[in-house]
């Protein structure tokens, strides 16, 4: 990327977030607006955001379980979705003059969703891995493997005689977990993961499948693994800066005028039927209306794989070539409205949650809320290296301590360690509203994010809670956030650090400054 194209990623990006959204949107928009003026981004721009998109699903791949997939609502809702939205997409080709062969293929393009504005951002708000996270990606990846499938009928690249020995590459993940244990360099962990993304991608594009889905799988075998935090850490600055490149070449695609650009918010409008059915059909799963709502929300967009079906049929001379840059508008349009949605799903969410609650239905839900703590003084949202670390030596002062955590995966991790955890999303303003917190002494909070963590202590304060709430940050800008939602104490990690080696070098077991300043810690919490 030469320096233009920095200098537009940087400003537009920063744009976009003084206006408190989503910095893809920014590179969007400035790459809509480039179009414009008939400027294109090359061979290198669409070189770069390919290793992006790679080192995205890698990373998707990295919190991969095949239960994520198999369970109940992923198979029904997003089987159940495929077909109706197919037919409702191929109706629509076929009134706007696409013959009945064409029409069939962009129907079941038109219902793909993107995996890789999902996956930003769910990444970018820590939700990859909560239940409503999980279950989107699950109905993203039941997707890619129709869209692969669909990909080989219309002409795509045929899948080589030795592809099955991929299979082999089960056997390797032994061999890549010893290798990745015992790597103790940055940099080397950073050269590994990129090996084996781009060595995935290079993969599967050499036995005929999407390189894309090589990543994933490539992620997929590091899977479980205990060292695969600290490699999506270190791949995280890289795959943000690479996806900067992948978004502005999206938008420089234009928008188009004339009769396509009626076509174009057809497709607009087709979004809000897409976003409708994928509520409907997981409500009727027994998800709770509002992980239904932000699961959907999450969902609700084209993917670039519809663009490259559109290609690929209209190369074959299943559509007309007029419908190309139609299908590239209104897939970088629903980018833009997505990633706007989903930064305030929360928001648009406690709007109408009285009117879209009616479609709940009665009994147990997939996600199991708590219904109470029981007796404990303590709780720890978040149950991380630091909500674990906290959750732990709470215990190990005597005291009666939950955990809360909205990743499945990780709550039975805990269960298996003998610790009181229950399923909950501190963000959930109704589970709150619901549960007694008049026994709780102190409330901590160990989720990843800042929004989570400021999100978390405004809906426990409007839920009326009064008692201590104590987060930890390494941003000041953050604390004093932090501060202003609520939080009676808030530390930070690296001042905590430094005073207790400190203390430890010169042999004074404890000391405390004021809440306002630094925060308490777990023994002040526990004393107090």
């Given at each position: 990327?030469?320096?233009?194209?920095?200098?537009?990623?940087?400003?537009?990006?920063?744009?976009?977030?003084?206006?408190?959204?989503?910095?893809?949107?920014?590179?969007?928009?400035?790459?809509?607006?480039?179009?414009?003026?008939?400027?294109?981004?090359?061979?290198?721009?669409?070189?770069?955001?390919?290793?992006?998109?790679?080192l995205l699903l890698f990373t998707v791949g990295l919190d991969l379980h095949v239960r994520s997939f198999s369970r109940g609502?992923?198979?029904?809702?997003?089987?159940?979705?495929?077909?109706?939205?197919?037919?409702?997409?191929?109706?629509?080709?076929?009134?706007?003059?696409?013959?009945?062969?064409?029409?069939?293929?962009?129907?079941?393009?038109?219902?793909?969703?993107?995996?890789?504005?999902?996956?930003?951002?769910?990444?970018?708000?820590?939700?990859?891995?909560?239940?409503?996270?999980?279950?989107?990606?699950?109905?993203?990846?039941?997707?890619?493997?129709?869209?692969?499938?669909?990909?080989?009928?219309?002409g795509g690249s045929r899948p080589s005689p030795w592809s099955p020995a991929l299979l082999l590459l089960l056997f390797a993940?032994?061999?890549?977990?010893?290798?990745?244990?015992?790597?103790?360099?940055?940099?080397?962990?950073?050269?590994?993961?990129?090996?084996?993304?781009?060595?995935?991608?290079?993969?599967?594009?050499?036995?005929?499948?999407?390189?894309?889905?090589?990543?994933?799988?490539?992620?997929?075998?590091?899977?479980?693994?205990?060292?695969?935090?600290?490699?999506?850490?270190?791949?995280?600055?890289?795959?943000?800066?690479?996806?900067?490149?992948?978004?502005?070449?999206?938008?420089?695609?234009?928008?188009?005028?004339?009769?396509?650009?009626?076509?174009?918010?057809?497709?607009?409008?087709?979004?809000?039927?897409?976003?409708?059915?994928?509520?409907?059909?997981?409500?009727?799963?027994?998800?709770?209306?509002?992980?239904?709502?932000?699961?959907?929300?999450?969902?609700?967009?084209?993917?670039?794989?519809?663009?490259?079906?559109?290609?690929?049929?209209?190369?074959?001379?299943?559509?007309?070539?007029?419908?190309?840059?139609?299908?590239?508008?209104?897939?970088?349009?629903?980018?833009?409205?997505?990633?706007?949605?989903?930064?305030?799903?929360?928001?648009?969410?406690?709007?109408?949650?009285?009117?879209?609650?009616?479609?709940?239905?009665?009994?147990?839900?997939?996600?199991?809320?708590?219904?109470?703590?029981?007796?404990?003084?303590?709780?720890?949202?978040?149950?991380?290296?630091?909500?674990?670390?906290?959750?732990?030596?709470?215990?190990?002062?005597?005291?009666?301590?939950?955990?809360?955590?909205?990743?499945?995966?990780?709550?039975?991790?805990?269960?298996?360690?003998?610790?009181?955890?229950?399923?909950?999303?501190?963000?959930?303003?109704?589970?709150?509203?619901?549960?007694?917190?008049?026994?709780?002494?102190?409330?901590?909070?160990?989720?990843?994010?800042?929004?989570?963590?400021?999100?978390?202590?405004?809906?426990?304060?409007?839920?009326?809670?009064?008692?201590?709430?104590?987060?930890?940050?390494?941003?000041?800008?953050?604390?004093?956030?932090?501060?202003?939602?609520?939080?009676?104490?808030?530390?930070?990690?690296?001042?905590?650090?430094?005073?207790?080696?400190?203390?430890?070098?010169?042999?004074?077991?404890?000391?405390?400054?004021?809440?306002?300043?630094?925060?308490?810690?777990?023994?002040?919490?526990?004393?107090?």
């Amino acid at each position: 990327m030469d320096v233009f194209w920095i200098l537009v990623a940087f400003v537009s990006g920063a744009a976009a977030r003084l206006l408190r959204l989503p910095s893809l949107v920014g590179f969007l928009v400035a790459g809509m607006a480039l179009a414009a003026f008939d400027v294109s981004g090359g061979p290198l721009l669409a070189q770069l955001g390919d290793i992006g998109v790679s080192l995205l699903l890698f990373t998707v791949g990295l919190d991969l379980h095949v239960r994520s997939f198999s369970r109940g609502e992923v198979l029904g809702a997003g089987g159940v979705f495929m077909v109706i939205a197919s037919l409702l997409g191929m109706g629509g080709a076929y009134l706007a003059g696409v013959p009945l062969s064409g029409s069939l293929v962009l129907g079941l393009a038109l219902a793909a969703s993107s995996i890789i504005l999902a996956a930003k951002t769910l990444d970018e708000r820590n939700e990859l891995t909560s239940y409503h996270g999980r279950v989107a990606i699950g109905i993203l990846l039941l997707q890619t493997v129709a869209m692969g499938v669909l990909l080989i009928f219309v002409g795509g690249s045929r899948p080589s005689p030795w592809s099955p020995a991929l299979l082999l590459l089960l056997f390797a993940r032994p061999a890549l977990t010893t290798i990745h244990k015992r790597l103790d360099s940055k940099e080397l962990v950073l050269l590994f993961g990129l090996l084996l993304a781009m060595g995935g991608v290079y993969l599967f594009e050499q036995a005929g499948f999407s390189g894309e889905l090589g990543a994933l799988a490539a992620g997929a075998l590091l899977a479980g693994t205990p060292e695969v935090e600290r490699l999506s850490e270190k791949l995280w600055s890289l795959k943000e800066v690479f996806l900067a490149a992948f978004f502005l070449r999206v938008g420089l695609v234009g928008f188009p005028g004339g009769w396509d650009a009626v076509l174009v918010l057809a497709l607009i409008g087709y979004l809000l039927i897409k976003g409708g059915l994928y509520f409907g059909l997981l409500a009727l799963f027994r998800l709770k209306a509002r992980t239904a709502f932000i699961t959907s929300v999450a969902l609700t967009s084209f993917s670039g794989i519809t663009l490259i079906v559109g290609v690929i049929a209209a190369d074959a001379g299943l559509i007309p070539d007029r419908f190309i840059p139609v299908l590239a508008a209104a897939t970088a349009a629903s980018y833009i409205i997505n990633a706007v949605a989903t930064r305030y799903s929360l928001q648009i969410w406690r709007r109408v949650a009285r009117l879209l609650s009616i479609a709940e239905r009665e009994g147990r839900h997939r996600e199991t809320l708590p219904t109470t703590l029981g007796n404990s003084r303590f709780l720890v949202i978040g149950m991380g290296r630091a909500g674990t670390a906290a959750y732990d030596r709470l215990c190990a002062l005597g005291h009666s301590v939950t955990g809360m955590d909205a990743d499945p995966s990780k709550l039975a991790e805990q269960r298996a360690e003998k610790r009181r955890v229950v399923y909950g999303d501190g963000r959930d303003r109704s589970m709150w509203q619901r549960l007694d917190l008049s026994r709780l002494r102190a409330i901590v909070l160990g989720v990843p994010g800042g929004p989570a963590k400021i999100e978390i202590t405004q809906a426990l304060r409007d839920a009326g809670y009064e008692g201590t709430i104590s987060a930890l940050t390494s941003d000041t800008l953050e604390r004093a956030m932090l501060v202003e939602a609520g939080a009676s104490a808030v530390h930070l990690a690296r001042d905590q650090a430094g005073r207790a080696l400190a203390e430890a070098v010169a042999g004074i077991e404890n000391t405390h400054e004021p809440a306002a300043e630094v925060g308490l810690d777990i023994t002040a919490i526990a004393r107090s």
